[in-house]
Each structure stands twice: as structure tokens, then as C-alpha cells.
């Protein structure tokens, strides 16, 4: 794979550069009191309109979007993300590229991507019923699950990788978009929010690494990263095409892990209608058929 579409590790500039210059990009300057005009070389705002909406100067705001953050004060950030017109989570992001720059750690102070949980937070998973229940961490790896959890991912395991890993999973197997029935919206999710991650990290090597393999690998997932779009993991509600027993109606709720940073709790439960829980039902039973080792996490047996 050629170097200009390798993730840059350590090129947190290039990051902020292709953030700003996306995210001006995208808005009509006739929406903003700009005349659109026929000289405009590019889309969206010029450099000069963005610094004349945040209060600052043209030269100061050309520092800043060419990827140079260092003592950028927060009230600059907030005016230019009001400029910019960014929502909660693009805002989030640009305060995580600022933390880099100044302190050269993400904001939120968290470790590198977690492989393993603690012994508690499996019993839990274990204690959970009527909800496949999994841990993920930031790079998308499902690293502890509860019976249903691995048995309502198991496409997933049909992959040689260890650990298992959802975005992999969505951009490098034929099957996903069987089993994600709403795969084009999976696929710009997982992209955002790995976008999100890395700019916040810019100097992780685990989450690089999944990253080139993606780039190098999917076309799909190349397009959606270098949108430069961002968002958190959030809830929702999925049709899951499962290979075993069929479609399967869920929602899904995430949650933060507060004592473990890094890590977060997923759950699917299925929707209140009957025919949702009788595929449920059928999820539960063909679970209990299976054996251990068709549920292999890590290099580890699932011993739940």
C-alpha cells in the first residue's frame, strides 16, 4: 500500500489540516451570508470567511488548519466549532486533536486498546439472561462476551483473527452485508468512529495497525476514511440477518465503563414484538447446542 494512504501514526497535523478542511468544505456559503459566487476554486468556505465567523485572524486561523493546535485556547476551539457549525461529537474530536497537541495524550487519558477484562466483568456477562451481552474495546474487538453474545455474533467467528473484531468483520467479509441488513449505514459508523479514535490517539500502534488493514483491503472502508467523519458508539435498533436462525430484531444499547477506560459494554435485546421473540427464542436454543470451541474469542476457549 503506498504511503499516502497509510493511517500517519504520527502525523497529528495532517489529522487537524483534513478535519477543518472537511468539515469548511461541506457548508454552502450562502447559508452562512457568504454570495456563493463563480470564483470559488473549492467547495464550501474560504480560510478567511471560517476566521471572520470565529472572531480571529486570517493568519491565526491558517496556523490552525494547518494542523498546528499549541495554545489554542478552548473559547478559539468553541468559535471556530460554531463556525464550522460541528455537532457535539466533531466538537469532541476537535478538543481531543487539541489535547494531543498540547499534551501529546488524549483527552480522556485513556490506555491503549485493552485485550483483556477482568475476571468480574466476564461473571457478569456470564450472570446477564435474555440479552446477548459483550465487551468491546476502542479498536472494535470483542474481547469477553456471554453465551448469547458469541452466539449472536457468530459470523464473526468464522474469521481466522484473533482477537474477533467487528470492523473488520463489516469491511473485509462477504458476509457482512447479509448479516448487517443496513450495511452502507454500518459501514459509515464504524469508519466514524475509528476516525474519531485515531485522531484522539494519533500515536496508537494497534489501532494503526487495523486501520492500514482496512485501507489496504476495503475500497469501501478507503472512501468512508478519508470523509474524515466522526461519531460515538451509540443505541439503536438492527435487523440482523443471522446464518443460523434467520432475521433477528434488536435493539441495542451501549455502556460506558467508568473502571475500565477504554472498554465498553454492548447488549442486544430483542424487540417487543412476537415475532421478534420468537427468533429470540430460537437464538436461545440453537446457543445451547453449541460447543465451546465454535466460540473462540482469543488463542482462549469461551468458557462460559
Same mark, same amino acid.
Given at each position: 500500500? #503506498?504511503?499516502?494512504?497509510?493511517?500517519?501514526?504520527?502525523?497529528?497535523? =495532517?489529522?487537524?489540516?483534513?478535519f477543518l478542511k472537511a468539515r469548511r468544505a461541506r457548508i454552502a456559503p450562502e447559508t452562512v451570508g457568504? #454570495? #456563493?459566487?463563480?470564483?470559488r476554486r473549492v467547495p464550501g468556505l474560504r480560510r478567511e470567511e471560517v476566521a471572520l465567523l470565529a472572531g480571529v485572524s486570517v493568519d491565526y486561523y491558517i496556523r490552525i488548519e494547518r494542523g498546528d493546535l499549541r495554545g489554542v485556547s478552548d473559547e478559539v476551539l468553541m468559535a471556530i466549532a460554531r463556525a464550522l457549525q460541528l455537532n457535539e461529537e466533531e466538537v469532541e474530536h476537535l478538543f481531543d486533536l487539541a489535547a494531543v497537541a498540547r499534551h501529546g495524550w488524549r483527552r480522556t487519558r485513556g490506555p491503549r486498546p485493552v485485550e483483556t477484562v477482568r475476571p468480574?466483568? $466476564?461473571?457478569v456477562l456470564d450472570a446477564m439472561t435474555g440479552a446477548a451481552a459483550w465487551v468491546s474495546n476502542d479498536r472494535m474487538d470483542l474481547l469477553a462476551a456471554n453465551l448469547l453474545g458469541c452466539a449472536i455474533h457468530?459470523?464473526?467467528f468464522d474469521m481466522p483473527r484473533r482477537p474477533v473484531n467487528n470492523a473488520r468483520f463489516v469491511f473485509l467479509d462477504d458476509y457482512a452485508p447479509e448479516y448487517y441488513t443496513n450495511w452502507d449505514e454500518m459501514a459509515d459508523g464504524f469508519a466514524a468512529m475509528l476516525r474519531g479514535m485515531a485522531g484522539g490517539d494519533p500515536g496508537n500502534p494497534a489501532l =494503526?495497525?487495523?486501520?492500514?488493514?482496512?485501507?489496504a483491503g476495503s475500497p469501501e472502508f478507503r472512501s468512508r476514511?478519508?470523509?474524515h467523519e466522526v461519531m460515538r458508539f451509540r443505541g439503536d435498533r438492527r435487523l440482523l440477518g443471522h446464518p443460523e436462525v434467520g432475521p433477528l430484531e434488536v435493539g441495542m444499547e451501549v455502556f460506558d465503563m467508568p473502571g475500565d477506560p477504554g472498554l465498553a459494554m454492548l447488549a442486544y435485546y430483542p424487540e417487543d414484538t #412476537?415475532?421478534?421473540?420468537? $427468533?429470540? =427464542?430460537?437464538?436461545?436454543e440453537w446457543a445451547a447446542t453449541q460447543p465451546p470451541e465454535r466460540f473462540r474469542?482469543? =488463542?482462549?476457549?469461551?468458557a462460559g
Open positions: 500500500m #503506498s504511503d499516502d494512504v497509510r493511517f500517519p501514526v504520527m502525523d497529528h497535523r =495532517a489529522e487537524v489540516r483534513a457568504f #454570495s #456563493s459566487g463563480d470564483k468480574g466483568i $466476564q461473571r457468530v459470523p464473526l =494503526a495497525e487495523l486501520v492500514d488493514e482496512l485501507l476514511w478519508e470523509a #412476537s415475532r421478534a421473540r420468537a $427468533q429470540w =427464542a430460537r437464538l436461545e474469542i482469543h =488463542a482462549e476457549l469461551y
